[in-house]
């Protein structure tokens, strides 16, 4: 197992925008690191441009300390899970397990041998003799992961290993990968588009758009401290409510009220400048009482939509009495341009408890802690610090 | 079989039925009257001596050494055409697979000898060998009379054939080629397959049943060889092949009873190596998709 450097990769075709732009990370030794984004984000290009079936343009890309950059894919001792598979549909499962260390020339006995633990620790031993078009999406998927690690590399690269299997074996897959890896102690790069993998997976995700990296941290610190705009509206499902505000005389003003200047952190005392305000939509409490917290955002709101999906409610609350700013220079404008997952359209959700009834078009009453509010620049998207709190 | 499958199925034929109808005529019926010619004493010379005769016809044709000469020289020209073909094809397919700059204009001139006429070619070729007049002995600073000996006689046709129709060949394999998912090749390099361990391990397996299907159809097309021989030797110097001795006893000789013989052995030469091939390459026209 190896720890891989990347140092200022960049990859771009001659006249068009980069797709890598200027990237520096470092996977450590066993990590089990996730590259997430957005689709044309780079995350899939990023993989390739590591086990190397892309060049670079511009960077270095060291294994354990040794430039790797400049070799050939089966120069570089790395595995990797294709999101279609890619198992070779002439061969049977043992054979296509096998293919790595045949081309490896190792002796016939040593070649069986893990090929059988494989198969074993795979759950593959009564598939070895079928060809791959006869197997399920399930069964497919862990041949290609047999195929992976029967190798013993230096890392493993899975590129949306899981996108094509159904919801439930996903999950199921989901889990079995997290004790794979944990039983291997293998450093593993997994790209995926899903946040829920991104968030359950890895010990350490980098967040991706444009080509740049936005992020990059352990899950709950990228959800809890997002640095920018498109992080914050990236994780979390459903995504984190965005709304226009400024901070001026009074406090934070709010299109649905006022925060004093008390609650903010002080670095903002005195400021004046617009800026978008995140509130996870599990950060509104209902307010049944007058009672809420000292630093608190009241709010009265009105129900326009209603989930239930059992354990929680989603609420989506109404427009108009936030009396939102739509149209050029709005939310709408900006959150656009950041992320496909915050639109002009979006509508503010808050989530409660599933066992909270709330009617459609019924007044709420709310509070949000000052403590859960988000802040962040209305033209960059940079979280603005210090932000409220380091949240932990 | 329920109601609205036999519906169904009597819908198919329906839907078929011009195409059978087709085939028939143009296949089926000359098939048929060619082989009902070949059991006749038919010759056009003698159109009083006409008479049933069963399979005497074939019985002279089988033991005349001009079939046999014939036959030889068809499966000598056969055999080193296609396989001089396939090995060509299959650089060709490559390259137009891989080219990334000038992408069509590759594609284009490799194409450019198939569309040309055969006679036009068979001709071009042999103005090329020409002794005197042909650039082969100035570019090679021979005197070489190319087409009065049996042996340089056999590489101008059989030079001429690949020339011709590797193109058709190139283009089968690349069709080929282009259903081999990009994935698997990038899968065999990332599990450390040099170049050839990709060619030889994954490309050339998958490519067999389109292989298969394309030195069936070249082969089938070689064995009728007909235009590159008569306008190059007419037969000449010992290169008689099959059609030629059809055309020669048919058309020239106006012996359609033993002429129908002739085509109706060819026939039987092609279905045979037609079925050779479906049985040993395991090609099933389904399986080559």
Redesign the interface.
């Known amino acids: 197992m190896a720890t891989i450097e990347l140092e200022n990769v960049s990859k771009g075709f001659r006249g068009g925008t980069p797709v890598l732009d200027d990237i520096t990370l470092t996977i450590e030794e066993g990590e089990f690191f996730i590259l997430v984004g957005p689709s044309g984000c780079g995350k899939s290009t990023l993989l390739n441009a590591i086990v190397g079936l892309e060049q670079l343009s511009a960077g270095e890309i060291r294994v354990d300390g040794q430039r790797v950059d400049h070799l050939d894919p089966k120069d570089r001792d790395m595995a990797m899970v294709f999101q279609s598979y890619a198992l070779y549909p002439h061969m049977t499962v043992r054979e296509n397990i096998a293919f790595p260390l045949r081309l490896a020339g190792l002796p016939k006995a040593e070649i069986a041998s893990r090929v059988a633990a494989a198969a074993e620790m795979l759950e593959l031993a009564a598939i070895l003799d079928q060809k791959p078009a006869r197997l399920s999406g399930g069964q497919r998927q862990r041949v290609a992961m047999g195929r992976a690690l029967v190798r013993k590399p230096k890392a493993f690269l899975l590129d949306e290993p899981l996108s094509n299997l159904d919801a439930r074996l996903r999950v199921q897959t989901r889990s079995e990968l997290a004790r794979l890896q944990q039983r291997l102690g293998a450093t593993m790069i997994y790209v995926t588009h899903d946040q829920t993998e991104a968030m359950t997976l890895g010990h350490r995700v980098a967040i991706l758009n444009g080509g740049r990296i936005q992020q990059v941290g352990a899950p709950r610190e990228l959800y809890r401290n997002p640095s920018n705009l498109f992080v914050a509206g990236f994780l979390g499902s459903p995504g984190m409510n965005l709304i226009p505000a400024r901070i001026d005389g009074a406090g934070l003003v709010l299109p649905i009220g006022t925060i004093d200047w008390k609650s903010l952190p002080p670095g903002f005392a005195g400021r004046k400048q617009a800026v978008l305000v995140g509130i996870r939509p599990e950060h509104f409490h209902r307010a049944r009482t007058d009672e809420s917290p000292p630093h608190a955002l009241r709010v009265e709101a009105r129900a326009e939509w209603v989930e239930w999906l059992g354990a929680e409610t989603f609420v989506q609350l109404g427009p108009q009495v936030f009396d939102l700013p739509a149209g050029p220079g709005g939310v709408g404008e900006l959150a656009a341009g950041q992320s496909s997952t915050v639109t002009s359209a979006a509508p503010i959700v808050a989530r409660f408890d599933g066992t909270e009834q709330v009617a459609v078009g019924s007044p709420v009453r709310l509070w949000v802690d000052a403590e859960d509010i988000y802040l962040f620049d209305a033209n960059s998207g940079i979280t603005l610090s210090p932000s409220p709190s380091q949240r932990t | 079989m329920t109601e609205r499958g036999r519906a169904e199925r009597r819908l198919g034929w329906w839907l078929s039925a011009p195409a059978l109808v087709a085939m028939a005529l143009v296949t089926v019926y000359p098939i048929a009257y060619a082989f009902w010619l070949s059991l006749f004493r038919h010759d056009l010379r003698f159109p009083e001596q006409r008479g049933f005769v069963g399979w005497a016809n074939y019985a002279s044709v089988l033991s005349s050494p001009v079939w046999w000469q014939a036959l030889t020289n068809t499966l000598l020209i056969t055999a080193a055409s296609v396989a001089v073909e396939l090995v060509l094809g299959f650089a060709m397919a490559l390259l137009m697979h891989r080219a990334t700059v000038g992408r069509q204009t590759v594609r284009a001139s490799i194409l450019v000898p198939y569309a040309i006429i055969t006679v036009v070619a068979a001709l071009a070729w042999k103005f090329a060998f020409d002794p005197t007049t042909g650039f082969v002995n100035a570019l090679l600073g021979l005197q070489q009379s190319w087409l009065t000996e049996r042996w340089s006689a056999f590489l101008v046709i059989i030079a001429t054939e690949i020339w011709k129709t590797t193109p058709f060949m190139a283009l089968l394999l690349l069709a080929g080629l282009a259903l081999i998912?990009e994935?698997?090749i990038?899968?065999?390099?990332?599990?450390?397959?040099?170049a050839w361990?990709r060619l030889r391990?994954?490309t050339l397996?998958?490519m067999?049943p389109t292989i298969g299907v394309a030195m069936l159809f070249r082969t089938l097309d070689a064995v009728r060889i007909f235009d590159t021989v008569y306008v190059q030797t007419r037969g000449g110097q010992n290169t008689e092949t099959l059609s030629l001795v059809a055309y020669d006893t048919l058309i020239v000789r106006l012996n359609l009873g033993l002429g129908s013989a002739v085509a109706a052995l060819i026939f039987v030469v092609v279905a045979l190596i037609a079925w050779g091939f479906l049985r040993s390459f395991g090609v099933s026209l389904e399986e080559s998709r």
């Open positions: 998912s994935d698997l990038r899968a065999a390099r990332v599990d450390g397959a040099s361990q391990h994954v397996p998958l067999k």
